[in-house]
C-alpha cells in the first residue's frame, strides 16, 4: 500500500471499517466510543482521510470507506492479526494482551516482514481471537456465525470469535474459559445477564459482554 498515514489515523481506518461491517456506516458517535476519544477530536481526522480519498463523509450520518479506504482497512487488519499470532504463536504473549501491543508493533511491519512472518507461522486463518486474517491480495473469508445474545436456549455452539478485543473484555471471557473453539450454550437468561454451560461448567456474562462472543451451532439451526 502506498498511502501513508500517522498511526492515529490507521486507527481510525480499521475502526471505520468494523462499525461499517457492523451496521452499513460509521457513525461519529459510535466511532468515538470505538476508539475512546471524544466526538469533538473525529472531525480533522476524518477531513485529512477525506483528502486522501479514503473514506466519505455524509453529514447526519456518519462516514464510509471508499474502495481505496477499504483496501487500505484490509491491509492495516491483515498487519494486525498477523502481529497479535506473532506475539502468542511465537513470543507465548497472554492472549488478552496481544490486541494493545499488536496496534503497536504493526506499524513496523513492512510488506516483505509481513510475508515472512506469514510463511513462518504457516499461513494462519484467523488471528487468537478467531477473526479472519486477510490474504495478501486483501481478500477476506468470513465464517457464517452470529452473536451470542441470539443464541437458542440450549442450543451447542462452539465459539468462532470474540469480536471486541479490549484486554479488559478478553480476559474477563478467557477467565469464564470462553475462547475461540470452547463449547457453549446458554441455560437461562435471568435480566440483563446470561447463564451460560461453558465446557461444561456454569458461567454468567452480562449481555454486553455476550454479544462480542460470535458462535456457530454445532448442529444445523432449524
Not at 3 to 24: C, H, M, P
Not at 112 to 117: G, Q, S
Not at 138 to 147: F, K, N, S, T, V
Amino acid at each position: 500500500m502506498t498511502t501513508e498515514l500517522s498511526y492515529d489515523a490507521e486507527e481510525y481506518v480499521e475502526a471505520i471499517y468494523k462499525l461499517q461491517k457492523r451496521s452499513g456506516i460509521a457513525k461519529t458517535k459510535e466511532l468515538a466510543e470505538e476508539l475512546d476519544v471524544v466526538p469533538g477530536s473525529i472531525t480533522n481526522t476524518i477531513e485529512h482521510l477525506e483528502k486522501h480519498n479514503l473514506v466519505e463523509h455524509e453529514p447526519y450520518k456518519g462516514v464510509k470507506l471508499t474502495a481505496k479506504g477499504e483496501a487500505l482497512a484490509l491491509y492495516i487488519i491483515r498487519r494486525h492479526r498477523l502481529a497479535e499470532r506473532l506475539l502468542t504463536d511465537i513470543l507465548n504473549a497472554e492472549w488478552s494482551d496481544v490486541h494493545e501491543n499488536a496496534c503497536k508493533l504493526e506499524h513496523a511491519l513492512t510488506e516483505d516482514v509481513i510475508a515472512l512472518l506469514e510463511k513462518k507461522l504457516e499461513y494462519p486463518k484467523v488471528c487468537p481471537h478467531g477473526n479472519p486474517i486477510p490474504n495478501e491480495h486483501g481478500e477476506i473469508e468470513e465464517q457464517e456465525c452470529y452473536p451470542l445474545t441470539e443464541v437458542r436456549l440450549n442450543e451447542l455452539c462452539k465459539v468462532v470469535k470474540i469480536s471486541n478485543e479490549n484486554r479488559e473484555k478478553l480476559q474477563l471471557l478467557a477467565n469464564n474459559g470462553i475462547k475461540p473453539d470452547a463449547t457453549i450454550h446458554i441455560v437461562k437468561r435471568r435480566g440483563t445477564r446470561i447463564i451460560l454451560c461453558v465446557d461444561g461448567k456454569e458461567r454468567s456474562l452480562n449481555c454486553n459482554d455476550a454479544s462480542s462472543v460470535w458462535v456457530k451451532p454445532l448442529e444445523a439451526k432449524k
